[in-house]
């Protein structure tokens, strides 16, 4: 009947959205509108209750496992700490504070020199001792004997550092600059430019010339730095005479 009220929906039968009515082809919809389903594209579909997939029995490892690496991704085996061999030490004399390079060929001096210090050194122990002795006879006094026993100990020390230090004598000849080096307990490493020198000599005393030694002499601009080179033989001596003052004055005219 037309008087009676419109039936509302009962409580089993749930309200639905109006379905959007579709709009003509090429006529926009009214604002508010929905649009029609599959204009924009698929609808979205709901995830899988079950996503992500269970893994399979067996799949994880048991409590406590550690995997084992393979053979070729096993790290190497390290030694124990203290196995570690020690670094190589340097060796003796050539330390990072020895003024004595070992890069350059050093020549050696001539032994015989070692006999021509100690004959010097015995003509002054003996006249220490002379004085000394002669001192105590007559008067008596035991500073004089002291004195004495002084004179034979600083003469035999003296004597066994003249073995060493003569030893220790070298000169090497680089391309611009000769080096010398001498000194036992304080070593001296003396590099004089061929461009400073002035002139070389060449002497020899009579207890060198009785061993058949010389000495050269550098002579350069400045007197603190001249050197030499004791122990040489004659022909030696010459010939680095010859060869240091020939580069002198090459270096010379090229300054």
Known sequence: MSGDPPASPGPTSPSRPPTPASAPPGVDPPPGAFPAPGTLGPEPVA?????????????????GHRPTPDADQRAPDLPAPGLLPAAPLPPLGRGPLDPWPSTVNWQPISTDLIWVELIRLAVVVAIGLAVTAVGWALSGHWLFGLAVAVVA??????????????????????????????????RRLSIVPYSRMQF???????????????????????????????????????RLRDRLTALGEDRAEGL
């Open 47 to 63: 995830p899988d209750a079950s996503w992500p997939a269970p893994l399979p029995p067996g799949a994880l490892p048991p409590p």
């Open 153 to 186: 100990l600083l003469g035999g020390w003296r004597a066994i550092a003249i073995v060493r230090a003569v030893r220790a004598w070298g000169y090497a000849e680089r391309e611009n600059d000769l080096l010398v080096r001498h000194g036992l307990l304080v």
């Open 200 to 238: 070389v000599d060449v002497s020899a005393g009579p207890l060198e010339r009785a061993f058949d030694l010389a000495t050269v002499q550098l002579h350069t601009a400045a007197a603190a730095s001249d050197a030499r080179v004791p122990g040489l033989r004659p022909a030696e001596a010459s």
